[in-house]
C-alpha cells in the first residue's frame, strides 16, 4: 500500500532521494512512474527552483524541483489537470502538494512588504524576509463547491470557461468574513438564482489551480427558478440518478459528492 506524507524538513536532497521534476506547469515524469532520483533529475534543474521539500512516500524523502524541459525520450509530459482527472492511477495527492510547494515558492521569491529576497526558514516551511523579519507561509484559498438536491434530483451545471464537456457542481471561492455556509447559500444564488437550505460538509480535497482547498457540501432546494450567471454556466438543469450526463471522474471532489448525492437519493426511495 502507497503512503504519501505531506510535511516539511530543511534536509538537502541526497542523491537517491525522490524527486518530482516539473517543467511549464506538467510533470516530466519517466516511463516508468511518477518520480526520478536526485541525482538523475539534478543535471536539468540549473536556473529552475528547488529542490524543496514536499514529504515522504512509503517513508523515502520526496522533492519537487523546476527542470529545464527534458528532450531526452525516456521523460513524459504530463499536465497536472489532465494527470489529476485522466489518470486513475496518478499519485493525486502528491502532485497536488508538490505542485503548490513549488508555485508558493515562486510566488514569494521576493519579500511582498519590502521587495527583499527571501530565504528558507530554518525551523518551519515558511519563506522568511530578514529585513522585515517576517515569514511567509504557504497560501491556500478555501473554495466551497456543493451538490444541491431537489426531491429526486440533483442540480448539474456546464461552466461556460471549462473546454471539457462536463456537467459539474456549483463553486466559488470563501471571501473575508464569510463563514463557508454563508459562501455556498450565496455562490448558489449568485450563479443560479436558488435558494437552499440544510447545509451540510461532506469532505475537501486540495485543488493545486493553484493554491485552492475544496470544501464539498450537500445543500437541499429551498425556492427559487434558475437564472444562470452568464459568464460562469452556460446551462443547468436537474437530473435523476442514472439519468446524469458526462460528469467528472471520481478522481475529483465533484465526480465523488455526485456519486454520494446519487445513493444518498436512490437509498431513500425517491430515486428508484
Known amino acids: 500500500m502507497t503512503q504519501w506524507t505531506p510535511g516539511w524538513s530543511s534536509r538537502k536532497p541526497a542523491p537517491s532521494d525522490l524527486t518530482l521534476a516539473i517543467t511549464d506547469g506538467q510533470v516530466a515524469r519517466p516511463r516508468d512512474g511518477w518520480l526520478h532520483q536526485w541525482a ?15 514529504g515522504q512516500l512509503n517513508d523515502h ?13 525516456v521523460f513524459e509530459l504530463v499536465g497536472l489537470r489532465d494527470a489529476l482527472i485522466l489518470m486513475e492511477a496518478a499519485p493525486a495527492e502528491l502532485l497536488s502538494t508538490g505542485f503548490q510547494v ?24 515558511a519563506l522568511w524576509c530578514g529585513s522585515c523579519s517576517i515569514p511567509w507561509y504557504p497560501r491556500l484559498a478555501p473554495c466551497v463547491i456543493v451538490v ?3 426531491d429526486d434530483r440533483l442540480l448539474l451545471a456546464r461552466s461556460s470557461r ?9 463553486a466559488g471561492f470563501v471571501e473575508p468574513g464569510e463563514n463557508v455556509e454563508a459562501a455556498v ?8 438564482g436558488l435558494e437552499v437550505q440544510n447545509i451540510r460538509y461532506q469532505h475537501s480535497q486540495p485543488w493545486p489551480f493553484p493554491h485552492q482547498l ?28 442514472g439519468q446524469l450526463p458526462p460528469v467528472p471522474p471520481l478522481t475529483t471532489i465533484a465526480g465523488r459528492l455526485i456519486q454520494a ?7 431513500s426511495g425517491e430515486g428508484s
Do not use: N
Not at 185 to 192: D, G, L, P, Q, S
Not at 261 to 267: C, N, R, S, V, W
Open 102 to 125: 513549488l508555485q508558493w515558492w515562486h510566488d514569494h521569491r521576493y519579500c511582498g512588504r519590502c521587495g527583499a529576497v527571501t530565504e528558507s526558514h530554518t525551523k518551519e516551511r
Open 214 to 241: 475544496m470544501l464539498g457540501f450537500f445543500a437541499d432546494y429551498a425556492g427559487g427558478e434558475l437564472v444562470l450567471q452568464e459568464d460562469e454556466l452556460a446551462e443547468a438543469d436537474w437530473y435523476r440518478p
Open 185 to 192: 447559500a450565496r455562490e448558489v444564488k449568485e450563479e443560479t
Open 162 to 170: 471549462v473546454k471539457r464537456h462536463f456537467f459539474s457542481l456549483i
Open 61 to 73: 524523502p520526496v522533492y519537487a524541483v523546476e527542470v529545464s524541459e527534458p528532450a531526452d525520450e
Open 261 to 267: 448525492m446519487e445513493q444518498e437519493i436512490l437509498a
Open 148 to 150: 444541491i438536491r431537489r
Open 40 to 54: 538523475a533529475i539534478e543535471p536539468l534543474t540549473s536556473g529552475g527552483l528547488g529542490p524543496v521539500y514536499v
